[in-house]
């Protein structure tokens, strides 16, 4: 599968390197065309990575590895394909038996439900039933704001009262996802930062809670990013794989302009895939994630009018 | 927030310690350093490379300010570029507006929008006891008018809001929420808007059409402080499509490294004026450009300190204390206030890390831990009121019968009052200099001048040779 939506506008675009280098003209010097993959780089968010991944160019370069700055495109676009992983196969496999829980977790705004909402589409339309539990007990019409949503997928939806215990919550969609042998269930969770450790515990909690009511749940711990954050998204990979089993990444707001470059960090400290990518406010902007793909986004340079 | 940058800054910062002149080549090789640090903080990469050249300016140029070290040279040029980076040239509300005043908010998906109008709201009403209105015209998001109807319904504002249907659009709900505002006689309309990416045309052209009907006498983009470099792209895109009046800077509770704090105002032209800190819509506060960049450079924040000890102690109270601090007088009576205020503040070491000089100020508060700050106040509530108001009286018998009373020996007592004279005699000598004409706000602002409180007494107004702050 690729990303339709970025390769369409990636149809419009070329490689930032390449252009960049055009740009130097035809004699670029080593310091120039590393300056420009600087910018390139730093821009993108790739963060602290940027400083071993330039150093690491340079001795290409000057090592005479690479013929010539020409040569730093491909190079790079290796490079950084290896950095990140997708999923390996089916990024949701379901147990051969019961169901399989999917617990979603970030920070404040990073696209939780929205994702919780695409991902129950994307799995009925690959035929599972699948049932949404709304965890999300504390922002104001958060249970609202999915119950929304889930009529328009067509799913149930598991709620309690506002302020009520979101490890309840979760414990009452377990025994429902019993009940009705659903084969997926989707656990959406209130926003949190992860400096916050009583709400990281909150997110435990609701995590063990289910795993008391359906053998080994939670099946998946995914992560939503938000593409537009820039390093603080490994700082929160990070706190959220210590306070929970995270399996893989969601990163969404990937249609706009942001790159996401920091789950490069995140893919080379924690080889943590990104499953998921989000592509829009829609139902189905949602696509799995392809690391080739996502590099050439990266790389890539709007068209010059 | 901002541990990281501070902690590289630091380092970079150590290197200069050194008595002697700096050389251009070292001054180059720190500022390479700085600039990486920045630029790991996020700090947005235009800004990263003008602010380093704008520095090495300062440190290389004529500006060098003559008989100060290498080291002070630096964080001073720091702390001033710093500054000039983040600070504005308005209030963080505007001025002089029609009525009633109507401010708009707008922002990419998820930024805090809605939350921050909710915040604004009660702000406004609880700091200017001004009635507010707020309008629900995020028409995208499901049930984003009622988070706003919940928040308002928590809070006790008024809302205006429509069902989202056919028919009902943003610009609409803004004029119609206005013509609302305009009846029931209130003071200030907040328009909520729908979370939209810059590249979005129709979004981009709607939420101008927004402005169009309600003519706001401030548009603020609000801005997660997590925002990597593109966002502040977008923000500039933002700021080139609507005319913006600020910045509000969301999520500053986390641990995000302030680049967006250093970069927005350079990027769009447009200042920091509020700050999210946190989920509860009490969590709001006017920003500080001076105070972030003193506390980016660790230098500590005398400013923000004053104003926390303020909160703890009774605004009345403080007020008298400091007009008594200001006319030299300044007893044990006082000390136990403090005491009981720098407790309630939280940990001490986080409390002494926002004092720069005021350590050396008080010298009694140097070097001391949470333990010996209760002995301390053990020995001062064993006396009675009288004495703490006349600590000279105090002898030898009493001083025993505090000692007991308060399981310390005679020594701790003696040792307590010698500080206190100490700092009396200090506090005497800087009541002289502010020649009790200088308000509480004066006294707060020098004292909030780290340049100048690093060479107290003798850096204090009217010395030559130093220079202006911006
Ligand atoms: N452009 C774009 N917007 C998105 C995407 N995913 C979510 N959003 C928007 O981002 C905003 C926040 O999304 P939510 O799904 O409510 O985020 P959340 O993490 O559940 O937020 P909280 O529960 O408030 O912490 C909404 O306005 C969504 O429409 C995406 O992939 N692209
Ligand atoms: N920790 C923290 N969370 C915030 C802050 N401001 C908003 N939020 C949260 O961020 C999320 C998105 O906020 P919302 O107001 O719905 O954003 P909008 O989509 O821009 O309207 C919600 O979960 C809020 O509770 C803040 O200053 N700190
Ligand atoms: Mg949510
Ligand atoms: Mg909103």
């Known amino acids: 599968m690729v990303f339709g939506k970025l390769r369409e506008g990636l149809s419009r675009t070329r490689n930032r390197i390449a252009h960049a280098l055009r740009r130097l003209g035809g004699d670029t010097s080593t310091a120039q065309s590393l300056e420009a993959l600087e910018e390139i780089l730093y821009t993108a968010d790739v963060g602290p990575l940027a400083g071993e991944l330039l150093a690491d160019a340079e001795k290409q370069l000057r090592g005479g590895r690479l013929a010539g700055p020409k040569e730093l495109p491909e190079y790079l676009r290796g490079r950084l394909s290896g950095l990140v992983q997708g999923p390996e196969g089916d990024p949701l496999p379901l147990r051969p038996k019961g169901p399989t829980v999917v617990l979603i977790a970030g920070v404040n705004g990073s696209g939780k439900t929205t994702s919780v909402a695409k991902l129950a589409a994307w799995l009925q339309r690959r035929g599972n039933r699948v049932l949404v539990a709304a965890g999300d007990t504390f922002r104001a019409a958060a249970v609202e704001q999915l119950r929304i949503w889930c009529g328009r997928v067509g799913v149930d939806l598991v709620a309690g009262a506002p302020g009520a215990d979101p490890a309840a919550v979760a414990h009452d969609a377990a025994e429902a996802a019993l009940r009705h042998a659903v084969d997926v269930l989707l656990v959406d969770t209130a926003g949190r930062l992860h400096t916050q450790s009583n709400l990281m515990a909150e997110l435990n909690k609701i995590g063990r809670v289910l795993g008391r009511k359906i053998e080994g749940a939670p099946h998946e711990t995914l992560l939503v990013l938000d593409a537009t954050t820039g390093q603080n998204a490994i700082q929160q990979a990070r706190r959220f794989t210590q306070a929970v089993p995270v399996t893989g990444l969601i990163l969404a707001k990937l249609d706009g302009t942001a790159k996401g470059g920091a789950v490069l960090g995140i893919g080379s400290e924690l080889k943590l895939p990104v499953k998921f990518v989000g592509l829009g406010e829609q139902l189905e902007d949602l696509e799995v994630f392809h690391p080739g793909e996502f590099v050439d986004a990266l790389l890539a340079a709007p068209q010059p009018a | ?470």
Not at chain 2, 69 to 92: K, Y
Not at chain 2, 115 to 122: C, Q, Y
Not at chain 2, 222 to 234: H, P
């Open chain 2, 1 to 470: 927030m901002l541990d990281n940058l501070t902690q590289r800054l630091g380092k970079v910062l150590d290197r200069f310690r050194g008595p002697g002149r700096l050389t251009p080549e070292q001054v180059q090789e720190g500022l390479r350093e700085v600039r990486r640090a920045l630029l790991e903080a996020d700090v947005h990469f235009q800004v990263a490379k003008n602010f380093t050249e704008r520095v090495g300016q300062r440190l290389l140029g004529d500006e060098r300010i003559q008989g100060v070290s290498g080291a002070q040279q630096v964080i001073h040029a720091f702390h001033q570029e710093l500054t000039a980076l983040m600070l504005g040239d308005r209030p963080a509300l505007p001025k002089n507006t029609r009525h009633p005043m109507v401010l708009l908010l707008a922002g990419l998906q998820g930024s805090g929008k809605t939350t921050t109008t909710a915040k604004l709201g009660l702000w406004l009403r609880q700091r200017q006891s001004r009635k507010v209105l707020l309008a629900a015209c995020d028409l995208q998001r499901p049930a984003a008018v009622e988070q706003l109807v919940t928040l308002g319904k928590q809070l006790e504002l008024d809302v205006y809001a429509e069902t989202p249907g056919p028919g009902v659009d943003a610009p609409g709900v803004a004029r119609r929420a206005l013509e609302r505002a305009r009846s029931g006689r209130y003071d200030i309309l907040l328009v909520d808007s729908a979370g939209r990416l810059h590249v979005d045309q129709p979004l981009m052209e709607e939420i101008a059409a927004v402005a169009v009907q309600v003519q706001p006498d401030a548009i603020y983009l609000v801005l997660d402080a997590m925002t990597g470099q593109d966002a502040l792209e977008s923000a500039k895109a933002f700021a080139e499509r609507l005319d913006l009046y600020g910045i509000i800077l969301t999520k500053l509770d986390g641990d995000a490294r302030g680049g967006a704090a250093l970069s927005v105002r350079e990027v769009t032209g447009k200042a920091v004026c509020f700050a999210g800190v946190g989920e509860k819509a009490s969590d709001l506060e006017e920003f500080h450009a001076e105070r972030l960049a003193s506390r980016i450079l660790d230098m500590g924040d005398v400013v923000s300190l004053v104003e926390k000890a303020q909160e703890a102690v009774e605004e009345e109270a403080a007020e008298q204390d400091y007009a008594r601090l200001l006319e030299g007088k300044f007893s044990l009576e006082d000390l136990l206030k403090q005491l009981r205020a720098l407790q309630k503040m939280g940990p001490l070491k986080k409390v002494f890390g926002m004092l720069p000089g005021a350590g050396r100020m008080s010298g009694l508060l140097e070097h001391m831990d949470e333990k010996e700050l209760r002995r301390m106040q053990a020995v001062l509530l064993s006396m009675t009121p009288r004495e703490r108001l006349h600590p000279d009286r105090l002898d030898g018998s009493r001083k025993r019968r505090i000692a007991r009373g308060s399981g310390a020996q005679v020594s701790d007592v003696n040792r307590l009052l010698h500080s206190f004279f100490a700092m009396q005699k200090q506090m005497k000598q800087l009541s002289r200099m502010l020649q009790g004409g200088a308000s509480r706000k004066r006294l707060m602002q020098q004292l909030g001048d780290p340049g100048r409180m690093n060479d107290l007494p003798g850096g204090f107004p009217g010395r030559p040779g130093r220079p202006k702050g911006r």
